[in-house]
Every structure is written in structure tokens, then in C-alpha cells.
């Protein structure tokens, strides 16, 4: 067990729709990480918060957007969703202040569905 | 930006046999080198990394890679699988001191007892 649980764990929402996805980190953990995997793919980096701040972001467009908590949980929404979006969505978590290296804790995903 | 290559996206062995993975990036500069594995119905774990010094790394379960500069590849190897070994392998690369992990498409290996 990593200590990362994301829910749900399942969901399907119609294009158009939105849609919020959370995410609880270990205790202590100030960076969280979100990724897409598509099928056949590997993750594809969204964006990542360290302490409550947006700290770097993937080639996602604006309506990818989150929210990081001061209880070490957080939040990917997802406006104006396209059938493209229906994918693994992981949540990662790490203790350290991201420099880059820092080993990853990985939720086992919200598996997206969109028709 | 960095990018990862994996080949062979599916394999097949028998239990005892030696399997090798192959993992190149495009980076020119400093990078950290990964492998996750995610066994069937579990999360993505980390099985080993590179960060600097000896590029022969081991990792657990007995799999070792071994990082060649001059080939910007990341190579991972285990000289004799188990049924256990059944899962989807992925290299995962990010630039030091950058927060991203670029990962490849993974492998799908299916150990054959």
C-alpha cells in the first residue's frame, strides 16, 4: 500500500460535462502529482502542486485544472470534457520538496469514461 | 522536453528465462532514470532508480538496469523471471531538478509457468 487513495475509483460523465477527481496523499507528503494514461500509453504528466501552489504543468490545455489542501488532499477537475479525456487518472504523492528525483507514492486511479 | 522509447511492448517468456527490457530517452542534458512496475490490479510502484554514480543499479526482486550515457538508454534486466514477474513495466525519465516524469508506453510482460 502506498498511503495515496484517490476516488472513485470508476466514473462516466458525457461530453460537456464536468468533473472533479480527488485524491488523499500520505500524511506529511507537500507535493502531489496528477497524470493521464491513456490506454496503450504511459502517464502523461498534467501538473503538479507543492504546498497549495501550481509547480509546473504538462502540454494539458486550461480546463485541466486543481486544488491542493492543507490535510494533504486534493483535487483534478476537468471542464468542458471531450471523449479524448476518458483515461487512468493517477494521483502521485512525495515527501520532499520537488527537485526532481523524488521517489513517487501512486494511487491506483480514476478510471474516466467519457461518451 | 524529454521522451521516452520502450520497444517490444508485449513479451512473452517462460518462467527461468532472462528478460531485458529496453528504455532510450532523448534529453541532452543531466538526467534521473526510473522503472515502475504495476502488477495486475495494483498501483504503479517504483522497482528501481538512477540518480548518479554506479550505473549498474539494483532494484528489487532481483531486477537490476544498467544506464549507458553514451546510448541514452536505461536497460532493465532479470537473468531469470518467475510467474510473479507478470506486469506492465514502464521507464520513466525526468531532468534533474525538473518535477516531471516523462514516462515511455510501457512493456507488458507475461511469464509463462
Known amino acids: 500500500e502506498t498511503g495515496v487513495t484517490q476516488s472513485p475509483t470508476h466514473l462516466i460523465k458525457t461530453r460537456g460535462q464536468q468533473v472533479t477527481l480527488r485524491c488523499s496523499s500520505q500524511s506529511g507528503h507537500n507535493t502531489v502529482s496528477w497524470y493521464q494514461q491513456a490506454l496503450g500509453q504511459g502517464p502523461q504528466f498534467i501538473f503538479q502542486?507543492?504546498?497549495?501552489?501550481?509547480?509546473g504543468r504538462g502540454n494539458f490545455p486550461p480546463r485541466f485544472s486543481g486544488l491542493q489542501f492543507p490535510n494533504y488532499s486534493s483535487e483534478l477537475n476537468v471542464n468542458a470534457l471531450e471523449l479524448d479525456d476518458s483515461a487512468l487518472y493517477l494521483c502521485a504523492s512525495s515527501l520532499e520538496a520537488p527537485k526532481g528525483g523524488e521517489k513517487l507514492f501512486f494511487g491506483s486511479g480514476t478510471q474516466l469514461s467519457v461518451l | 522536453a524529454q521522451s521516452v522509447s520502450q520497444h517490444n511492448h508485449h513479451v512473452i517468456l517462460s518462467e527461468a528465462a532472462s528478460l531485458e527490457l529496453g528504455c532510450n530517452y532523448s534529453?541532452?542534458?543531466?538526467?534521473?532514470l526510473f522503472w515502475y512496475v504495476q502488477y495486475p490490479g495494483q498501483h504503479l510502484q517504483l522497482l528501481l532508480k538512477?540518480?548518479?554514480?554506479?550505473?549498474l543499479v539494483k532494484g528489487i526482486k532481483g531486477f537490476e538496469a544498467e544506464f549507458i550515457k553514451s546510448k541514452f538508454s536505461f536497460n532493465l534486466r532479470k537473468p531469470s523471471v518467475q510467474w510473479s514477474d507478470t506486469a506492465e513495466y514502464f521507464c520513466?525519465?525526468?531532468?534533474?531538478?525538473?518535477?516531471?516524469?516523462?514516462f515511455g508506453k510501457g512493456n507488458q510482460v507475461v511469464v509463462i509457468p
Open positions: 520513466a525519465v525526468n531532468a534533474q531538478g525538473n518535477n516531471r516524469l516523462a
Open positions: 538512477y540518480f548518479s554514480g554506479d550505473p
Open positions: 502542486y507543492y504546498r497549495e501552489e501550481e509547480n
Open positions: 534529453y541532452g542534458g543531466t538526467v534521473n
